[in-house]
């Protein structure tokens, strides 16, 4: 019914774009001089007034469809169900609800709960055909109201623009406020974990074991929360992972764009960027499964211990998984430097490899750090790779033959499987994400503060 739904405002949308563009030239007899805005103007005017209202609607049930349902529902309960205590009112909803999607229940329904699940899946189906008709009739309403407006002295480009510039106003404030939101969802449970966690131990501590106990009777652990070996660990493998992708990357890139014919550029970078596509799972059953085992008969050949699971494993396989982000952004910004430059420099007598270092890489030095810094924040926020080929182990170690562990598959382990909010194991999850989020901005800091010092030489 959705996709039915989307097909019929698609071609509604699409009658309208046609009904207004056609009825603007009939108002001139096919002369667009007289016109106000352009045919595709009107057409636009018309066809937003289709997608709009019917784009509310759907908004508006989707936000309101759940509560009142639930409402509903909850009504329709025998009165035994409705006292239930909160935990098994809402297992028993659960279960009606699974039960009307073709589910698993956690028991067997009552023939009475069964019929309030055929009524659930009933209001279900019945609000979504009154959703559709509704949708439908708002897009009727608004095409026959945008099409009365269409005459040849109407300012079609005013009101579209008017109405592009307010949809781009929302989406740039939903932007903004998600990135508020999730800084502020970090904050304040980082501030929950840390009044139970001290600061200082967190971000100076070297031990880091979670496992608490959740009751005062049950046998566990009392947790320590030390997190630089996390810390460690993470800056271990980005650094073996950058020093990969960032030299090659960066080689390739130039390569491609100074040195390389149209022929071979044509079929080397589309090859490249393959790497891209690659799912990270499959990059850790590589380094699991070939570059480990090789690298630990590497160290064993020379006489050295090696780790099963080693961040050099993991930051091998990573930087070649990031190569396609630096070369690939890399070659575009270097393709876009003005070709004035290059022939400024070859009419100074400079050779191509030293036009490449003098005049090209530094013009191209701001996309370059954009590059990079992308590179650093995939490598920051890799996971699969690390829990393969690192392992889990919050090792504070120097060595890369020895497995550590990182921020973000931390996170991972800490909310995997279900959890409560309370205590200092689960929490610690948000401080860690609090952490990452600050070096992250530290990053962009330094990098805008590079991009402004070179950049105004070519400004």
């Known amino acids: 019914m959705t996709t039915l739904l989307i097909v019929v405002l698609l071609g509604l949308s699409a009658i309208a774009f046609q009904t207004g563009r056609k009825k603007a030239l009939r108002a001139t007899a096919g002369n667009i001089a007289p016109l106000h805005s352009l045919p595709t103007y009107y057409g636009t005017y018309v066809a937003l007034w289709v997608g709009i209202p019917s784009l509310i609607v759907i908004g508006l049930w989707l936000a309101f469809e759940p509560q009142i349902i639930n409402a509903l529902l909850l009504a329709a309960l025998p009165g035994d169900v409705r006292g239930l205590s909160p935990a098994e009112l809402g297992l028993q909803i659960n279960d009606i609800k699974n039960h009307a999607a073709g589910g698993i229940t956690s028991s067997e329904l009552s023939p009475r709960l069964q019929e309030v699940a055929d009524y659930y899946l009933g209001l279900r189906q019945n609000g979504l055909l009154g959703m559709t008709i509704v949708a439908v009739a708002a897009g009727v ?49 980082s501030i929950r974990f840390f009044a139970q966690v001290s600061p200082i131990e967190f971000l100076f501590g070297l031990q880091w074991s979670p496992q608490t106990a959740l009751r005062a009777d049950q046998v566990g652990q009392s947790g320590a929360f030390g997190a630089v070996p996390i810390f460690a660990g993470t800056l271990m493998i980005t650094i073996i992972a950058m020093a990969i992708a960032v030299p090659i990357g960066l080689f390739s890139a130039i390569y491609m764009a100074e040195y390389a014919s149209s022929q071979f550029r044509s079929v080397i970078k589309p090859v490249l960027e393959v790497l891209a596509g690659i799912p990270t799972v ?111 182990s919050a090792n504070l170690t120097a060595n890369p033959f020895e497995a550590v562990t990182t921020v973000t598959v931390q996170i991972v382990t800490l909310l995997t499987g279900d959890q409560e909010f309370d205590s200092a194991k689960t929490l610690a999850a948000f401080a860690l994400g609090l952490v990452l989020f600050i070096i992250t901005l530290g990053l962009n800091v330094v990098a805008l503060r590079v991009v402004r010092r070179y950049r105004e030489k070519y400004d």
């Open 282 to 392: 499959v990059y850790g059953f590589f380094a699991a499964l070939t570059v480990a085992p090789a690298i630990r008969g590497f160290g064993e050949g020379l006489g050295l211990s090696v780790a099963s699971e080693s961040a050099l494993a993991a930051g091998l396989v990573m930087g070649i998984m990031i190569i396609p982000f630096v070369s690939s952004l890399s070659d575009d910004v270097i393709n876009a430097v003005p070709q004035s430059l290059r022939d400024g420099s070859y009419a100074m007598g400079a050779t191509k490899s030293e036009t490449v270092r003098q005049v090209i890489l530094p013009a191209a030095l701001p996309g370059i750090v954009g590059s990079v810094l992308l590179a650093v924040s995939r490598a920051i926020g890799e996971t699969m790779i690390v829990v393969m080929a690192a392992g889990l």
């Open 141 to 189: 309403g608004g095409l026959a109201v945008g099409w009365r407006h269409v005459t040849s002295t109407f300012r079609a480009r005013n009101h579209v623009e008017r109405t592009i510039r307010v949809v781009l106003i929302i989406a740039s404030s939903i932007a903004i406020l998600t990135t508020v939101g999730i800084v502020l969802s970090l904050l304040f449970e």
